[in-house]
T-cell receptor, first 113, second 113 residues
Framework: AQTVTQSQPEMSVQEAETVTLSCTYDTSESDYYLFWYKQPPSRQMILVIRQEAYKQQNATENRFSVNFQKAAKSFSLKISDSQLGDAAMYFCAYRSATHDMRFGAGTRLTVKP | EPEVTQTPSHQVTQMGQEVILRCVPISNHLYFYWYRQILGQKVEFLVSFYNNEISEKSEIFDDQFSVERPDGSNFTLKIRSTKLEDSAMYFC???????????FGPGTRLTVT
């Protein structure tokens, strides 16, 4: 079974600093996609970044980037120049061609002014 | 920008009653999904739907749940006989292509009393 593990229930970062959120996953499939979603207090799920497993290059979206280590099955999210608006729950998610989306338990990020 | 919409935003129902949660996916999307998030827990996959059929369902999606696309725009989740443990936020999502990013609606908060 595909599982997604986020080992950090809570993280905090000082405004303007950098923080890394960890995610590992377990799969025997070779073709899959990984995602990070942000869930602010409004509880809306917002896509932050996406990575295709066949791509070696790490995805980046402005201040957000990932460190994708396929062999280690690791998919961490780096947030640079953290802003107050980045405070939210962050969910790592996995999906493949044969299985729909599976989410990790989430990491609550606090940004300190 | 097109978005997924869900109605109602909050539904309160009595145990044993039937509820229908409604979603309008993004118009050119072909894949539709329902997820559940019990307060304070992770987002859980319920079901995916494509070409008027269920593509995949989780173990949570038992006989009391059903999905339907009654017309060209709506996608509904029916819970036949609600239980207290069905209280959760229910998210609808859609994607243009399977495997690509899913766009989430704002959610319907279901409270079963």
């Amino acid at each position: 079974a595909q599982t997604v593990t986020q080992s950090q229930p809570e993280m905090s970062v000082q405004e303007a600093e950098t923080v890394t959120l960890s995610c590992t996953y377990d799969t025997s499939e070779s073709d899959y996609y990984l995602f990070w979603y942000k869930q602010p207090p409004s509880r809306q799920m917002i896509l932050v970044i996406r990575q295709e497993a066949y791509k070696q290059q790490n995805a980046t979206e402005n201040r957000f980037s990932v460190n994708f280590q396929k062999a280690a099955k690791s998919f961490s999210l780096k947030i640079s120049d953290s802003q107050l608006g980045d405070a939210a729950m962050y969910f790592c998610a996995y999906r493949s061609a044969t299985h729909d989306m599976r989410f990790g338990a989430g990491t609550r990020l606090t940004v300190k002014p | 920008e097109p978005e997924v919409t869900q109605t109602p935003s909050h539904q309160v129902t009595q145990m044993g009653q039937e509820v229908i949660l409604r979603c309008v996916p993004i118009s050119n999307h072909l894949y539709f999904y329902w997820y559940r998030q019990i307060l304070g827990q992770k987002v859980e996959f319920l079901v995916s739907f494509y070409n008027n059929e269920i593509s995949e369902k989780s173990e949570i999606f038992d006989d009391q749940f059903s999905v339907e696309r009654p017309d060209g725009s709506n996608f509904t989740l029916k819970i036949r006989s609600t239980k207290l443990e069905d209280s959760a936020m229910y998210f609808c999502a859609s994607s243009e292509v399977r495997g690509f990013e899913q766009y989430f609606g704002p959610g319907t908060r279901l409270t079963v009393t």
